[in-house]
């Protein structure tokens, strides 16, 4: 892409924002309704799924991979909490845009850790894009986005509270041991604030047949602070800081932990006292009573992971913002900004006090986007934009790069019928370039960056929705392909090497939903490849072979007071791989009791692993191989929880 063509994007979304002024002369102020492209039921189709807070806590997850419980296109690793990553149909999340609180954040610093360490005690929501990402998502969303929302005040305080606070305590068999949760939160005419703390720590569990996996206990503690203030008209200034930190023993062979497997053949494990630590701040500002042609929002936010595991220390660094105004027209609405990002990724030698630099990357990203959202009459409704982004890279070595590029999106919602509803969606998303992992920067040999260039994703997906009374039914294909994916993890030092990944598949599902219940069951079958052949169990950065999943998620109330339900995982065998993967079918149940006297006080009881089941989860690391002992779930597990609100 040309300088040139540059110029005519950039003129182009200047042209957009012009013409939208035609919709908007004055202040007063006019309610759409929601898109009908933007429903929960549409996006759904196009591979863009909320995981509410009702589900989150239906869920009552511990850990990031309880979050997606009953899921089936999303899918996480087991083990300990660093060590577990999310694919999205079977893409890891290294190739997806990731954000908290709309933070960006960056990537890990070890391959076999996970990417981003996350608690989810105050977890709000969770939106997931398989592919179709939206232009005003983001850079670098090659494969998608995932964006984690938390909790503040409002959203926990009683009407007409000024005070509140929560105390969750859950003790678990089989290691989980005791995990603590306390937030307070208040309200005085404008001013809010939150604080909230979790610590988790267990003993290492036991599979399903027994065996003790060395490494494996919860030890998380986890650190909130939410600060806002809003005006009477709606001007909104908030501020956030976490820092979520697993610091436990962790299995370790020659001097590296490898939390991902159970063991090493040929290597004998020790522990080491490892750690991956996160820590974010995040200032906001937004116009929640938007009048008139204005909806102002800004946000900047400085991210930062480092993990200590073993002779090697990775710290990866992140400066990111955005400015962006959405415009409403007379028929749907134009989110037109500028966001940008300065990353780092350095590497250290562990072995001696004090740590000594092995090398930096550095990444600098802007970007210029336009998307807009309209219903064109009673039947169609569409999602179209476009950003274009400007790349700067500086290697170890010294060696600078630069690039640019244009990405492009379209979507369209069409009622074929009072039941049924067409969607497609299509995306061409540049990449730019990707940080190498922090921890491994220049150790062994001196990386050298030759044929390193920028990687593009292009993205399709088609699919039906049938809604008929308490029944939802949704089906659609997808295929997502990147080209061009950087060596994030050189083999002897060569960065510039490139794989090329693709996901192919389908999604459905079918959902019952009545007065005192409700239950669905999803289906995924992802064919994973990277360069033309199925994608192996440990291409980190890229993805996994996932093969065939189901997810089963039901729920309901007995009474006003006793509420059951549970979740289930079912993985077919997977013969694509050159060692067959084994299927599994893992379900939990759950029972809880709020009493009618006591409102405030919640009791639940959890049944993981039922059937104590002997599994490895399908997206967990060194499935099949001959020199990995892959790491097993959980076998079952009692979990009791007691929630009191005051």
Not at 144 to 163: C, M, Q, V
Not at 632 to 638: D, Q
Request: glycine share 10%.
């Amino acid at each position: 892409m040309t300088k040139t063509a540059a110029g005519r994007i950039a003129l182009s979304v200047l042209m957009c924002t012009t013409a939208t002024f035609a919709y908007a002369q004055d202040d007063t102020p006019f309610d759409l309704g929601t898109i009908r492209i933007e429903t929960s039921h549409a996006q759904s189709v196009l591979g863009n799924d909320e995981i509410t807070v009702e589900e989150i806590e239906k869920r009552n997850p511990a850990t990031i991979a309880d979050v997606f419980a009953g899921e089936s296109s999303i899918t996480a690793s087991g083990g300990a909490a660093i060590a577990q990553k999310v694919y999205v149909n079977g893409i890891e999340e290294s190739l997806l845009s990731v954000t908290i609180d709309g933070a960006r954040q960056n990537k890990s610093a070890f391959h076999h850790t996970g990417n981003v360490v996350i608690d989810p005690a105050l977890l709000k929501s969770v939106e997931v894009s398989a592919g179709l990402s939206p232009a005003d998502q983001g850079p670098n969303a090659l494969a998608g986005s995932i964006n984690y929302t938390t909790k503040d005040a409002r959203d926990l305080l009683e009407p007409g509270d000024a005070f509140g606070g929560m105390y969750t305590l859950s003790y678990g068999s089989n290691g989980q041991g005791l995990r603590n949760t306390l937030t307070l939160f208040g309200q005085q005419g404008g001013f809010e604030y939150l604080f909230s703390g979790t610590r988790a720590n267990g003993d290492d569990y036991d599979d399903g047949s027994g065996s003790t996996i060395l490494g494996s206990a919860a030890d998380l503690t986890d650190y909130i602070a939410k600060l806002a203030y809003t005006t009477a008209g709606g001007q909104r200034l908030s501020f956030s800081a976490s820092q979520t930190t697993d610091s436990g023993l962790r299995a370790s062979q020659n001097g590296f932990i490898r939390p991902d497997f159970a063991e090493v053949v040929g290597r004998p494990s020790t522990l080491y006292s490892a750690m991956s630590r996160r820590k974010s701040y995040t200032f906001t500002y937004e116009d929640e009573n938007p009048t008139g042609m204005f909806a102002p929002y800004a946000q900047i936010s400085y991210n930062e992971q480092a993990m200590d595991v073993g002779v090697l220390y990775g710290v990866n660094k992140s400066l990111s913002g955005v400015v962006k105004n959405e415009f409403q027209l007379g028929n749907g609405t134009l989110n037109v900004g500028i966001d940008f990002f300065d990353e780092s990724a350095e590497g250290y030698d562990n072995s001696v006090s004090p740590r000594v630099s092995s090398g930096r990357e550095k990444l600098r990203n802007i970007g210029v986007f336009a998307q807009a959202r309209q219903d064109l009459s009673d039947r169609v409704s569409v999602s179209y934009g476009a950003r274009y982004d400007w790349a700067s890279f500086e290697a170890a070595d010294g060696t600078d790069f630069n690039d640019d590029g244009l990405s492009v999106n379209g979507s369209v919602d069409v009622v074929l019928s009072d039941q049924l509803t067409l969607n497609a969606g299509v995306a061409s998303s540049w990449g730019g370039y990707e940080l190498g992992e922090a921890a491994l920067v220049n150790y062994g040999t001196a990386w050298n960056y030759a044929g390193f260039t920028s990687s593009r994703a292009t993205a399709y997906r088609l699919g039906l929705r049938y809604e008929n009374g308490p029944w939802t039914a949704k089906a659609a294909v997808f295929d997502t392909e990147i080209k061009d994916i950087n060596a994030v993890l050189p083999t002897a030092g060569a960065r510039g090497a490139t794989d090329d990944l693709t996901s192919r598949g389908f999604d459905g599902s079918l959902t019952y939903t009545g007065t005192r219940g409700f239950a669905a069951i999803n289906y995924t079958y992802a064919d994973v490849e990277t360069n033309g052949s199925t994608v192996a169990t440990t291409a980190y950065y890229l993805g996994r072979p996932v093969g065939h999943i189901f997810g089963l998620e039901a729920g309901y109330d007995i009474t006003p007071e006793w509420g059951v339900g549970g979740t289930a995982q079912i993985a077919l065998e997977n013969d694509d791989t050159p060692t067959t993967l084994p299927g599994y079918e893992v379900l939990n149940l759950f029972a809880e009791y709020q009493p009618s006297r006591f409102e405030n006080l919640n009791l639940r009881l959890d049944v993981h692993n039922v059937f104590d089941e002997t599994y490895a989860s399908r997206s967990s690391d060194g499935l099949g191989l001959t020199n990995v002992v892959p790491i097993t779930e959980p076998g079952r597990t009692f979990t009791l929880t007691a929630t009191l609100k005051f």
